[in-house]
């Protein structure tokens, strides 16, 4: 009896102990998931970030202005920033723009004449065959994409000329058409009837110099020369707008020179330009890029409104059609691991120290910028090495080698971690 009475106790303390410990166990799962609830993290990952700055660019280039008597209209013979030589006709003056079209209407119509006779030639349709014809017409319409891709417009033209050539030689020599003889009688009648009504021009105008051509001034061409460079101040860029002149005897302006500068107004409180920095500029009306060295980096007084000079070597239309333009200095571009501003830490670390000949010689503490990662369970400090530095954030450059750094998709802890031991 005593027994049964005694073994009946012991179950009772065993069930009540088994409890205990379940109450135990969830209590500790509760505050575990708790706390970790409560450590937010971010994972990190690579991401790239532009070092930039708008501001308003003033071109300044080495400029002449070229006039006639104004009696007629122009018909330019050259683009905008197309390179001429000495002597080379610039623009011709007729007495209105009917002549102007008509003349154009020539030009167009005599190209197409030689390309019909190009196709036409004997000798052409002799040594052609499709099969190397085929060949061709793969390899110029493969150029013809590569030149729209680079913008070299004048290689554009001429690889659409070679595939129009390719293809109808093609047609004649598969029997798909039988030629394009009818259609060179009728470009021939019609150049004869434009060239009966047409009459020569008025005036010519010819460069006296190797340089680039313009179709435009803006009165600022003795103003912005590059041996003012020095004289130039805020207030002078302020005050410099987009604009083209009116007066009827102005042909242009020849540019000396592929080399032009760029001035603008930047906040280089923080010191981020100097003189001899490799920069980029992008403006609102190219699609480019264009690479530019920093030549001068100066300021009145107030280093938030620093006048910066640059200098580039690269020449176009696009970049001639304005004095005066939004852009975008560049500094650089980074790629690097996200680094949430907010979870940068400091910590002591102690390292090794090493002589010339790799022996340890002692061991020194180093106070490093990092963040602390969850790793398992475990709450561990990770270097980071700051290679950009963005509103809310940062980019850390990548050490595959040196494990002591953060790395590809370890989990910054971003939030709650002062409340882990």
């Known amino acids: 009896m005593r027994s049964n009475k005694s073994d009946s106790v012991f179950i009772v303390k065993l069930l009540r102990n088994g409890v205990l410990i379940l109450i135990l166990i969830v209590l500790c799962s509760i505050v575990y998931n708790f706390n970790n609830k409560r450590m937010a993290t971010e994972t990190a990952l690579m991401s790239n970030a532009v070092s930039s700055k708008d501001f308003k660019g003033v071109f300044i280039r080495d400029e002449k202005m070229i006039t006639f008597s104004g009696n007629g209209v122009l018909s330019y013979n050259v683009a905008d920033g197309g390179k001429v030589g000495n002597n080379t006709i610039i623009a011709e003056v007729y007495p209105d723009d009917e002549q102007i079209g008509r003349n154009r209407e020539i030009q167009h119509l005599e190209k197409e004449l030689d390309i019909l006779k190009k196709i036409q030639n004997p000798g052409t349709l002799e040594s052609a065959q499709p099969a190397s014809l085929s060949e061709n017409i793969g390899e110029s319409y493969r150029s013809l994409i590569y030149n729209r891709d680079m913008h070299n417009y004048n290689e554009l033209r001429d690889e659409m000329e070679n595939l129009v050539v390719y293809m109808s030689t093609y047609q004649i020599i598969t029997k798909s058409v039988s030629g394009f003889e009818q259609q060179i009688v009728d470009i021939n009648n019609q150049l004869a009837e434009l060239k009966k009504a047409s009459v020569n ?117 696009d970049l001639v059609q304005h004095r005066a333009e939004n852009a975008k200095l ?64 940062v980019l850390s450059k990548v050490h595959d080698d040196d494990s002591g750094y953060l790395a590809l998709y370890d989990d910054i802890i971003t939030e709650g971690e002062e409340n882990v031991g």
């Not at 242009?252 to 500029?281: F, P, T």
């Not at 190219?286 to 530019?292: L, P, Y």
């Not at 560049?330 to 691991?337: A, H, P, R, S, T």
């Not at 270097?383 to 809310?392: A, R």
Request: aromatic residues 10%; contains cysteine; hydrophobic residues 30%.
């Open 330 to 393: 560049i500094k650089g571009e980074y790629n690097g691991l996200k680094v949430p501003r907010d979870s940068i830490r400091f910590d002591d670390i102690e390292e090794d120290v090493y002589d010339d000949n790799g022996e340890k010689v002692g061991t020194k503490t180093t106070n490093y910028k990092g963040v602390r990662i969850l790793k398992g369970e475990q709450i561990v400090f990770k270097k980071i090495d700051v290679i950009y530095e963005g509103s809310d954030y």
């Open 201 to 317: 021009s008025t005036e010519i105008i010819k460069s006296d110099e190797s340089a680039y051509f313009v179709s435009y001034c803006d009165g600022y061409e003795s103003e912005l020369s590059p041996d003012k460079l020095d004289e130039i101040t805020i207030d002078d860029i302020n005050s410099i707008s987009d604009r083209r002149s009116n007066e009827n005897t102005i042909v242009g302006k020849m540019i000396d020179g592929y080399s032009w500068y760029l001035a603008g107004i930047v906040d280089n409180s923080n010191k981020e330009y100097a003189v001899g920095n490799n920069v980029q500029i992008k403006f609102d009306s190219s699609d480019e890029n264009f690479n530019a060295v920093i030549t001068d980096v100066r300021d009145e007084g107030d280093p938030q409104q620093s006048i910066i000079i640059m200098q580039c070597n690269q020449f176009n239309y």
